[in-house]
Protein backbone atom coordinates (compact mmCIF):
# COMPACT_ATOMS: atom_id res chain seq x y z
CA UNK A 1 0.00 0.00 0.00
CA UNK A 2 0.79 3.84 -0.17
CA UNK A 3 3.67 4.90 2.39
CA UNK A 4 4.21 8.10 3.77
CA UNK A 5 7.44 8.75 5.46
CA UNK A 6 7.52 11.39 8.08
CA UNK A 7 11.09 12.84 9.56
CA UNK A 8 12.15 13.42 12.49
CA UNK A 9 9.79 11.52 14.27
CA UNK A 10 10.52 13.36 17.67
CA UNK A 11 12.21 16.64 17.98
CA UNK A 12 13.69 18.15 21.61
CA UNK A 13 15.21 22.03 20.70
CA UNK A 14 15.33 25.22 22.52
CA UNK A 15 13.40 28.19 21.78
CA UNK A 16 14.04 30.47 18.93
CA UNK A 17 15.48 27.12 16.54
CA UNK A 18 14.13 26.53 13.78
CA UNK A 19 13.12 22.87 13.05
CA UNK A 20 12.34 21.62 9.46
CA UNK A 21 10.37 18.36 9.19
CA UNK A 22 9.63 16.62 5.94
CA UNK A 23 7.25 14.22 4.16
CA UNK A 24 7.70 11.82 1.41
CA UNK A 25 5.78 9.72 -0.40
CA UNK A 26 7.33 7.01 -1.07
CA UNK A 27 5.74 4.81 -3.45
CA UNK A 28 3.68 7.10 -5.07
CA UNK A 29 3.20 10.85 -6.58
CA UNK A 30 1.48 13.40 -4.39
CA UNK A 31 0.54 16.61 -6.30
CA UNK A 32 -1.19 17.57 -2.92
CA UNK A 33 -0.16 17.15 0.69
CA UNK A 34 -1.63 18.36 4.01
CA UNK A 35 0.04 19.47 7.32
CA UNK A 36 -2.37 19.07 10.79
CA UNK A 37 -1.34 19.94 13.77
CA UNK A 38 -2.81 18.06 17.15
CA UNK A 39 -2.67 18.89 20.68
CA UNK A 40 -2.78 15.97 23.61
CA UNK A 41 -6.54 14.25 23.15
CA UNK A 42 -7.46 16.26 20.79
CA UNK A 43 -8.23 15.93 16.98
CA UNK A 44 -6.85 16.77 14.21
CA UNK A 45 -6.07 20.49 12.76
CA UNK A 46 -5.67 21.15 9.06
CA UNK A 47 -2.95 23.89 9.16
CA UNK A 48 -2.23 24.10 5.75
CA UNK A 49 -2.44 22.09 2.12
CA UNK A 50 0.89 21.85 0.35
CA UNK A 51 0.93 21.77 -3.80
CA UNK A 52 3.69 20.78 -5.56
CA UNK A 53 5.33 24.06 -7.62
CA UNK A 54 3.02 26.13 -5.94
CA UNK A 55 2.48 28.44 -2.68
CA UNK A 56 0.76 26.48 0.22
CA UNK A 57 -2.76 27.18 1.01
CA UNK A 58 -3.14 28.26 4.93
CA UNK A 59 -6.46 27.72 6.79
CA UNK A 60 -7.23 30.70 9.04
CA UNK A 61 -5.16 31.93 11.66
CA UNK A 62 -2.00 29.98 10.38
CA UNK A 63 1.18 32.06 10.66
CA UNK A 64 2.74 31.07 7.11
CA UNK A 65 5.70 33.06 8.13
CA UNK A 66 5.79 31.15 10.82
CA UNK A 67 5.16 27.27 9.42
CA UNK A 68 7.24 27.84 6.02
CA UNK A 69 5.85 25.13 3.69
CA UNK A 70 7.68 23.72 -0.13
CA UNK A 71 6.51 21.18 -1.61
CA UNK A 72 9.63 21.30 -4.52
CA UNK A 73 8.56 17.83 -5.80
CA UNK A 74 6.14 15.06 -6.34
CA UNK A 75 6.80 13.14 -3.24
CA UNK A 76 8.57 15.90 -0.84
CA UNK A 77 6.93 18.29 1.36
CA UNK A 78 8.31 20.18 4.38
CA UNK A 79 7.10 22.12 7.10
CA UNK A 80 9.89 24.34 8.75
CA UNK A 81 8.40 25.86 12.35
CA UNK A 82 10.57 29.83 12.38
CA UNK A 83 11.95 30.47 15.46
CA UNK A 84 9.93 27.84 17.48
CA UNK A 85 8.62 28.79 20.78
CA UNK A 86 6.76 26.44 23.59
CA UNK A 87 3.60 27.22 22.70
CA UNK A 88 4.96 25.88 19.56
CA UNK A 89 5.50 22.26 20.72
CA UNK A 90 2.85 19.94 19.32
CA UNK A 91 2.21 16.43 17.32
CA UNK A 92 2.86 17.60 13.54
CA UNK A 93 1.28 15.27 10.84
CA UNK A 94 1.43 15.23 7.13
CA UNK A 95 -0.77 13.49 4.74
CA UNK A 96 -0.71 12.75 1.37
CA UNK A 97 -3.33 11.77 -1.70
CA UNK A 98 -1.86 10.15 -4.55
CA UNK A 99 -1.57 12.15 -8.09
CA UNK A 100 -4.91 11.62 -10.00
CA UNK A 101 -6.62 10.52 -7.05
CA UNK A 102 -9.79 12.77 -6.03
CA UNK A 103 -11.29 13.14 -3.21
CA UNK A 104 -13.08 9.86 -3.04
CA UNK A 105 -10.13 8.09 -1.90
CA UNK A 106 -8.73 7.76 0.84
CA UNK A 107 -5.65 10.07 2.21
CA UNK A 108 -2.15 8.50 3.28
CA UNK A 109 -0.62 9.51 6.53
CA UNK A 110 3.07 9.99 8.06
CA UNK A 111 3.58 8.84 11.20
CA UNK A 112 4.20 12.09 12.91
CA UNK A 113 6.43 14.51 14.79
CA UNK A 114 6.21 14.96 18.20
CA UNK A 115 8.13 18.79 18.37
CA UNK A 116 8.84 19.92 22.15
CA UNK A 117 10.04 23.27 22.49
CA UNK A 118 12.32 24.20 25.45
CA UNK B 1 -11.86 24.16 11.93
CA UNK B 2 -13.63 20.66 12.86
CA UNK B 3 -16.23 19.59 10.45
CA UNK B 4 -18.19 18.06 13.61
CA UNK B 5 -18.70 15.85 16.74
CA UNK B 6 -18.22 12.44 17.68
CA UNK B 7 -19.84 10.46 20.97
CA UNK B 8 -18.98 9.29 23.49
CA UNK B 9 -15.75 10.85 23.85
CA UNK B 10 -13.98 8.01 25.25
CA UNK B 11 -15.58 4.54 25.52
CA UNK B 12 -13.89 1.34 27.85
CA UNK B 13 -15.09 -2.12 26.85
CA UNK B 14 -14.15 -5.60 27.70
CA UNK B 15 -12.99 -7.96 24.75
CA UNK B 16 -15.20 -9.33 22.94
CA UNK B 17 -17.86 -6.43 23.29
CA UNK B 18 -19.17 -4.77 20.65
CA UNK B 19 -18.58 -1.06 20.27
CA UNK B 20 -19.69 1.74 18.61
CA UNK B 21 -19.26 5.14 17.54
CA UNK B 22 -21.27 8.15 16.49
CA UNK B 23 -20.07 10.86 14.20
CA UNK B 24 -22.50 14.36 12.95
CA UNK B 25 -21.11 16.69 10.74
CA UNK B 26 -22.46 19.84 9.61
CA UNK B 27 -21.94 20.40 6.06
CA UNK B 28 -23.41 18.14 2.57
CA UNK B 29 -20.75 15.90 1.46
CA UNK B 30 -19.58 13.45 -1.10
CA UNK B 31 -18.51 10.62 1.37
CA UNK B 32 -17.36 10.57 4.75
CA UNK B 33 -14.35 8.38 6.27
CA UNK B 34 -13.41 6.97 8.91
CA UNK B 35 -9.64 6.78 10.68
CA UNK B 36 -7.98 4.70 13.48
CA UNK B 37 -5.37 6.85 15.42
CA UNK B 38 -2.98 4.47 17.76
CA UNK B 39 -1.31 6.35 20.52
CA UNK B 40 1.29 8.71 19.12
CA UNK B 41 1.28 7.52 15.54
CA UNK B 42 -0.31 8.78 12.52
CA UNK B 43 -3.66 8.19 11.04
CA UNK B 44 -4.61 4.80 9.34
CA UNK B 45 -7.79 4.82 7.23
CA UNK B 46 -10.08 2.27 7.89
CA UNK B 47 -13.56 2.79 5.40
CA UNK B 48 -15.18 5.51 3.53
CA UNK B 49 -18.65 5.46 2.77
CA UNK B 50 -20.26 7.46 -0.18
CA UNK B 51 -23.46 9.77 0.28
CA UNK B 52 -25.30 7.70 -1.57
CA UNK B 53 -24.98 4.87 0.48
CA UNK B 54 -26.55 3.84 4.14
CA UNK B 55 -24.14 0.93 5.02
CA UNK B 56 -21.25 -0.48 4.37
CA UNK B 57 -19.20 -3.67 5.98
CA UNK B 58 -15.88 -4.26 6.20
CA UNK B 59 -14.35 -7.46 8.70
CA UNK B 60 -15.56 -6.60 12.00
CA UNK B 61 -16.34 -2.91 10.82
CA UNK B 62 -20.11 -1.36 10.12
CA UNK B 63 -20.16 1.85 9.35
CA UNK B 64 -23.94 3.50 9.04
CA UNK B 65 -24.72 7.00 7.23
CA UNK B 66 -27.68 8.80 7.69
CA UNK B 67 -27.80 12.15 5.16
CA UNK B 68 -30.83 13.19 6.83
CA UNK B 69 -29.23 13.21 9.91
CA UNK B 70 -26.05 14.39 9.06
CA UNK B 71 -24.72 11.70 11.13
CA UNK B 72 -22.40 8.38 10.81
CA UNK B 73 -21.70 5.84 13.33
CA UNK B 74 -18.75 3.12 13.17
CA UNK B 75 -19.75 -0.50 15.12
CA UNK B 76 -16.46 -2.36 15.77
CA UNK B 77 -17.67 -6.21 16.44
CA UNK B 78 -15.94 -8.72 18.48
CA UNK B 79 -13.44 -6.24 19.80
CA UNK B 80 -10.05 -7.16 20.65
CA UNK B 81 -7.41 -5.47 22.96
CA UNK B 82 -5.24 -4.69 19.32
CA UNK B 83 -8.32 -2.07 18.62
CA UNK B 84 -7.42 -0.01 21.12
CA UNK B 85 -7.05 3.38 19.77
CA UNK B 86 -8.88 6.99 18.58
CA UNK B 87 -10.93 6.70 16.15
CA UNK B 88 -11.90 9.58 14.08
CA UNK B 89 -14.07 10.70 11.22
CA UNK B 90 -13.68 12.69 8.62
CA UNK B 91 -15.43 15.21 5.43
CA UNK B 92 -13.81 17.04 3.29
CA UNK B 93 -13.29 20.43 3.20
CA UNK B 94 -15.11 23.26 1.18
CA UNK B 95 -13.14 23.50 -1.61
CA UNK B 96 -12.79 19.57 -1.80
CA UNK B 97 -9.35 18.82 -1.24
CA UNK B 98 -8.43 18.51 2.66
CA UNK B 99 -9.84 16.03 5.11
CA UNK B 100 -11.47 17.98 7.95
CA UNK B 101 -11.52 15.82 11.19
CA UNK B 102 -13.93 15.34 14.11
CA UNK B 103 -13.48 15.50 17.62
CA UNK B 104 -13.00 11.39 18.06
CA UNK B 105 -13.64 8.55 20.42
CA UNK B 106 -10.74 6.77 22.57
CA UNK B 107 -11.76 3.11 22.78
CA UNK B 108 -10.02 0.90 25.31
CA UNK B 109 -10.19 -2.29 25.21
CA UNK B 110 -9.53 -4.40 28.12
CA UNK B 111 -8.39 -8.18 28.20
Known amino acids: GAVVSQHPSRVICKSGTSVKIECRSLDFQATTMFWYRQFPKQSLMLMATSNEGSKATYEQGVEKDKFLINHASLTLSTLTVTSAHPEDSSFYIC????WGTGAGQPQHFGDGTRLSIL | SQQGEEDPQALSIQEGENATMNCSYK?????LQWYRQNSGRGLVHLILIRSNEREKHSGRLRVTLDTSKKSSSLLITASRAADTASYFC???????????FGKGTTLSVSS
Open chain 2, 27 to 31: TSINN
Open chain 1, 95 to 98: SARE
Open chain 2, 90 to 100: ATHNQAGTALI
